[in-house]
């Protein structure tokens, strides 16, 4: 009669073979960028609202980090949002801020860089902050990617050249593809209720 070990072992092996053919979580093949901002005298409230008007809010979010998979398709919002299913537990590379001081500027920014070449991985960074305006922090935001991604192909450039003149450098590369950010700005409730920013790279395994 076969051991109870015996039986283990197999369910073991079956299981170590079935994750090998079908990974709980492949790789992602679509992205999409969205933001949102919300305001609430309770913080949580106001992330759960900035959530909302991102329409993200009825995912369950594991936050990821830098790394754009080859072949990951840019997609609009609103693809992005339609595909989305309430409950799914759903990867994104998030920048947050929140303050509670009135009138401060706070900004939240995600920047994507994607390589020429579809079998080489590009950059997503995230970026925020205090006191910047939404262009700023962008801008910035889409440098940081940007020149992750061009160092990784041999291109590292001079960071005090400005980032209009780097960014010319890297589109006549023809390694660097393309380069864009997403930013929410604002500024914090004049009754000193939380605001809060955010931007985020959410990413789609279909």
Same mark, same amino acid.
């Given at each position: 009669? %076969?051991?109870?070990?015996?039986?283990?072992?197999? @369910?073991? +092996?079956?299981?170590?073979?079935?994750?090998?053919?079908?990974?709980?979580?492949?790789?992602?093949?679509? #992205?999409?960028?969205?933001?949102?901002?919300?305001?609430? $005298?309770?913080?949580?409230?106001?992330?759960?609202?900035?959530?909302?008007? &991102?329409?993200?809010?009825?995912?369950?979010?594991?936050? #990821?980090?830098?790394?754009?998979?080859?072949?990951?398709?840019?997609?609009?919002?609103?693809?992005?949002?339609? @595909?989305?299913?309430?409950?799914?537990?759903?990867?994104?590379?998030?920048?947050?801020?929140?303050? +509670?001081? %009135?009138?401060?500027?706070?900004?939240?920014?995600?920047?994507?860089?994607? %390589?020429?070449?579809?079998?080489?991985?590009?950059?997503?960074?995230?970026?925020?902050?205090?006191?910047?305006?939404?262009?700023? !922090?962008?801008?910035?935001?889409?440098?940081?990617?940007?020149?992750?991604?061009?160092?990784?192909?041999?291109?590292?450039?001079?960071?005090?050249?400005?980032? +209009?003149? $780097?960014?010319?450098?890297?589109?006549? !590369?023809?390694?660097?593809? +393309?380069?864009?950010?997403?930013?929410?700005?604002?500024?914090?409730? %004049?009754?000193?209720?939380?605001?809060? &920013?955010? !931007?985020?790279?959410?990413?789609?395994? !279909?």
């Amino acid at each position: 009669m %076969p051991s109870r070990l015996y039986h283990e072992t197999s @369910a073991l +092996n079956f299981h170590s073979v079935h994750h090998k053919e079908s990974p709980v979580f492949p790789t992602p093949t679509r #992205v999409f960028l969205t933001k949102g901002i919300g305001v609430h $005298r309770h913080t949580l409230t106001a992330f759960e609202l900035a959530l909302r008007d &991102a329409d993200i809010e009825q995912q369950n979010l594991v936050y #990821v980090s830098s790394i754009l998979p080859p072949g990951c398709e840019l997609i609009t919002r609103e693809i992005g949002v339609a @595909a989305l299913k309430p409950g799914d537990i759903t990867f994104c590379v998030m920048a947050r801020i929140e303050t +509670n001081e %009135p009138g401060r500027h706070i900004h939240a920014s995600i920047g994507l860089a994607l %390589p020429a070449d579809p079998e080489t991985y590009g950059y997503i960074s995230e970026y925020h902050g205090f006191g910047q305006m939404a262009e700023q !922090s962008g801008d910035h935001a889409e440098d940081l990617a940007a020149s992750m991604l061009a160092s990784t192909l041999g291109l590292d450039l001079d960071p005090e050249v400005a980032w +209009n003149e $780097r960014k010319r450098l890297y589109e006549y !590369s023809h390694l660097v593809i +393309n380069s864009l950010s997403m930013t929410a700005a604002t500024e914090g409730d %004049p009754e000193g209720r939380w605001t809060c &920013a955010i !931007s985020a790279a959410v990413f789609l395994f !279909s």
